[in-house]
């Protein structure tokens, strides 16, 4: 099974320091953010590995190189000036994640999160990993009963940033730059949506001030 990791943003909440260096490089427990995602995806199975790039695209690459030190093979996307978010970087890649379902991480989280576990699902079309609401983000993103994900009801999660699609999922989408959100939302309403609820380590690292609290284990 391949992954992607979704690198191509450009950390606008993080300036200054992400005038200079991409998000995914920034240090967390004494390395580069996107290390982490590299060493557990590699460790739970995941040898073939794709990130995006966008801005400071080139200094992802030169950081990574082709995967070999983790034991995975790394392929890139490379996006246009302005990068093509989540969505248009997903579907822009799809000749690079093959025929299979893949999962997609969202670079500027960590967590301990146990991927290997999403190699034994069935995805018909995505399945989404949801954690606890963290205190910043009180509304949440999507409730979840019986393993189904909906757009409303309580209690609500936060979407993590981990997912798991089936290329199908794609069919019809639009090139350029676009959101995956209201296309998993028009999803959620028809029920093709699976998820699970993850109550694991889990940190959104998308400001200065979430970077700093990092300050527990890292998680291995």
């Not at 099974?1 to 005038?19: C, H, K, S, V, W």
């Not at 248009?88 to 299979?100: F, S």
């Not at 500027?108 to 018909?124: M, V």
């Not at 676009?178 to 309403?189: G, H, M, N, T």
């Amino acid at each position: 099974m391949r992954a992607m990791i979704l690198a191509a943003g450009r950390g606008q909440r993080m300036r200054p320091l992400t005038d200079h260096l991409p998000k995914p490089l920034l240090d967390v427990h004494g390395e580069p953010l996107i290390f982490h995602h590299l060493r557990r995806l590699g460790r739970a199975g995941f040898n073939e590995i794709v990130i995006n790039l966008g801005h400071l695209g080139p200094k992802i690459e030169a950081a990574v190189g082709d995967g070999s030190r983790w034991g995975v093979r790394v392929r890139y996307s490379r996006e246009p000036e302005g990068a093509l978010e989540t969505g248009g970087g997903i579907a822009q890649a799809l000749p690079l994640l093959g025929d299979a379902p893949f999962v997609v991480v969202n670079g500027d989280i960590y967590t301990d999160f146990p991927f290997a576990r999403l190699r034994a699902l069935k995805c018909a079309r995505a399945h989404l990993v949801l954690v606890p609401v963290p205190a910043d983000k009180p509304d949440g993103d999507f409730a979840l009963v019986n393993g189904r994900v909906h757009n409303q009801g309580e209690p609500a999660y936060t979407f993590s940033g981990i997912s798991l699609y089936h290329p199908r999922f794609f069919d019809g989408a639009p090139g350029g730059r676009w959101s995956v959100v209201p296309l998993l939302r028009a999803a959620v309403d028809r029920q093709e949506v699976t998820g699970e609820l993850y109550p694991g380590s889990w940190h959104d690292v998308g400001t200065v001030e979430q970077l700093r609290e990092l300050a527990t284990p890292a998680p291995e």
